[in-house]
């Protein structure tokens, strides 16, 4: 009976790494459901960007900071990492690179929806 236990909680961890978490969570707003980062802020999309590469940086990225992924994040489906120019990854979904907005003040928030006419709410494709 010992021997099954370990062999279950051996197979577990084994299986753990294929159910990893999304790097977003979905939020209700104003505007429907919408990717959010861990604290809850809306995530953006950028129309300048290409399929996994930023365009946005300096004073963009200041106002538009990138959603960056952690110290051994791994790609996996729809979420793929992009490579910024100073070496760090941010996420992106379905290749677009995701952002938050810095005008954006509590969880729920999408006052970044449509500005310039090249930022768009997040959503599951």
């Known amino acids: 009976m010992k021997a099954l236990g370990i062999s279950l909680v051996l197979l577990g961890l084994a299986v753990a790494p294929a159910f990893a978490a999304e790097p977003a969570k979905t939020v ?57 120019k100073d070496g760090k990854e941010m996420w992106a979904y379905d290749g677009a690179p995701l952002y938050t907005f810095i005008k954006d003040k509590k969880p729920g928030d999408i006052t970044g929806d449509g500005v310039g006419g090249v930022w768009h709410l997040a959503k599951s494709m």
């Open 28 to 84: 209700d707003t104003s505007a429907g459901k919408v990717f959010a980062d861990a604290k809850g802020m809306t995530l953006y999309t950028f129309d300048q960007d290409g399929k996994d590469v930023s365009n946005c940086y300096d004073k963009c990225a200041v106002n538009w900071p990138p959603f960056l992924a952690g110290k051994g994040a791994k790609a996996e489906g729809s979420w793929t990492l992009v490579k910024r």
